[in-house]
């Protein structure tokens, strides 16, 4: 399993027992993703968006204020942030492929 699946693997876990975490690890976990997101999307090219509307951004906002977020409020970016990792490598794992063509 690479370090990215089991990341991504981690965050879905912490979404389905996020009422059994605390407010530092579940910051801890949302601040990883948007940092593995950054990096993944400067891998494919994609520059850091640096408008409203980036879901990057609402991820760090959450983190920011988790001692203020519900538990489905956090349980929904810990699943956003594994989804959007996961689409990012899918487009990775196809651009390594085309190269390798």
Not at 25 to 44: F, G, S, T
Not at 82 to 95: F, P
């Amino acid at each position: 399993m690479s370090l990215t699946t089991a990341f991504i693997s981690e965050l879905v876990w912490a979404a389905n027992q996020v009422d059994q975490l605390t407010a530092f690890e579940k910051r801890r976990l949302i601040e990883r993703a948007v940092v593995i997101i950054r990096e993944m999307r400067d891998q494919i090219g994609n520059p850091q968006n640096k408008t409203a509307a980036d879901p990057v951004i609402d991820l760090q906002t959450t983190a920011a204020g988790m001692e203020n977020r519900t538990d489905d409020q956090t349980r929904d970016a810990l699943l956003d942030a594994a989804n959007m990792i996961r689409s990012l490598r899918i487009i990775l794992d196809g651009k390594e492929a085309s190269i390798r063509e």
